[in-house]
């Protein structure tokens, strides 16, 4: 992930910028994501133990843990299993679960 990270939605510890034309972000801690979504400011990961986990702005409480506080570093999305992919929207995120149904959090600005 490139570029702006005033919430730290590039997972990396920090806010600091990232130019794209010297190199990446790794995302911290995060080594067996499935799937990945971004949206304005954030961005979440399903990962293959079937939990989720998110990261960077979370002002209306997308981030799923249950605060509106910015997290620089991914956070578990909390009382989530069976997930097998995530979406990431307007402060709302959600996930597909391995059973076929979904679960969202958050909320609109």
């Given at each position: 992930m490139l570029g702006e990270n005033d919430y730290g939605q590039l997972g990396n510890g920090d806010t600091a910028r990232v130019d794209p034309r010297k190199g990446t972000a790794t995302v911290e801690g995060v080594s067996n994501a499935s799937?990945?979504?971004t949206a304005f400011g954030y961005a979440c990961a399903a990962l293959?133990?079937?939990t989720a986990t998110c990261w960077g702005l979370n002002s209306t409480g997308q981030l799923g843990d249950g605060t509106t506080t910015a997290h620089e570093t991914p956070i578990a999305v909390q009382a989530l299993s069976g997930v097998t992919a995530v979406a990431a929207g307007e402060g709302t995120a959600c996930a597909l679960i391995d059973d076929g149904t979904v679960s969202c959090w958050g909320g609109s600005r």
């Open positions: 799937t990945v979504s293959e133990d079937g």
